[in-house]
T-cell receptor, first 113, second 115 residues
Framework: SQTIHQWPATLVQPVGSPLSLECTVE??????LYWYRQAAGRGLQLLFY??????ISSEVPQNLSASRPQDRQFILSSKKLLLSDSGFYLC????????????FGEGSWLTVV | DAKTTQPTSMDCAEGRAANLPCNHS???????VYWYRQIHSQGPQYIIH???NNETNEMASLIITEDRKSSTLILPHATLRDTAVYYC????????????????FGAGTQVVVTP
């Protein structure tokens, strides 16, 4: 069966410090990968998605970037964090088949202080 | 994607069935109905989805009305661990990859299961 993992689960970072959140998927090949952010009490906002290695699409301009160095690995990064980057970040995957279902990771809580 | 309307909250007694309604009156013939739930501080969990026929899996049952303008998610025997926010989503069949970002999970229904 397919599984998705992301880490770290929680982190507290000072303003201006770098960020790296990592996500891996197991049990499938060539998945579509996504990074979402969820503000407290609100819905999910898509940040990035990828349909293949090295292929990244950004939905909103921001202080973050994403990379996909391997087929089942997706990384969310920042060179200098802002206070507004605080939030709950979710990695997700779906198959490349139309009409597919999306599955989410456990989430990462980021607090920028 | 069609818009959905769900009650803000509902309570359910442990061991009883929980029936969660969702209205999607503008749904088109090619749109699926999906249900997810999110337990506090965790990622959303897929529950079930369907097009026009009723569906059942190990977690829940999905009842879609004949005109497809509404649906009901049924948790047959609610437990305390079913306390979560439940989201009803409609998504166009055959949507492109990025379409998972083109709808919002919205507010959902806060379900509280009590002993």
């Amino acid at each position: 069966s397919q599984t998705i993992h992301q880490w770290p689960a929680t982190l507290v970072q000072p303003v201006g410090s770098p960020l790296s959140l990592e996500c891996t998927v197991e049990g499938t090949s060539n998945p579509n990968l996504y990074w979402y952010r969820q503000a407290a009490g609100r819905g999910l906002q898509l940040l990035f998605y990828s349909v293949g290695i090295g292929q990244i699409s950004s939905e909103v301009p921001q202080n973050l970037s994403a990379s996909r160095p391997q087929d089942r690995q997706f990384i969310l990064s920042s060179k200098k964090l802002l206070l507004s980057d605080s939030g709950f970040y979710l990695c997700a995957w779906s198959s490349g088949v139309a009409g597919n279902t999306i599955y989410f990771g456990e989430g990462s809580w980021l607090t920028v202080v | 994607d069609a818009k959905t309307t769900q009650p803000t909250s509902m309570d359910c007694a442990e061991g009883r069935a929980a029936n969660l309604p969702c209205n999607h009156s503008t749904i088109s013939g090619n749109e699926y109905v999906y249900w997810y739930r999110q337990i506090h501080s965790q990622g959303p969990q897929y529950i079930i989805h369907g097009l026009k026929n009723n569906e059942t899996n190990e977690m829940a049952s999905l009842i879609i009305t004949e005109d497809r303008k509404s649906s009901t998610l049924i948790l047959p025997h609610a437990t305390l661990r079913d306390t979560a926010v439940y989201y009803c989503i409609v998504r166009l069949r055959g949507s492109s990859t990025d379409s998972w970002g083109k709808f919002q999970f919205g507010a959902g229904t806060q379900v509280v299961v009590t002993p």
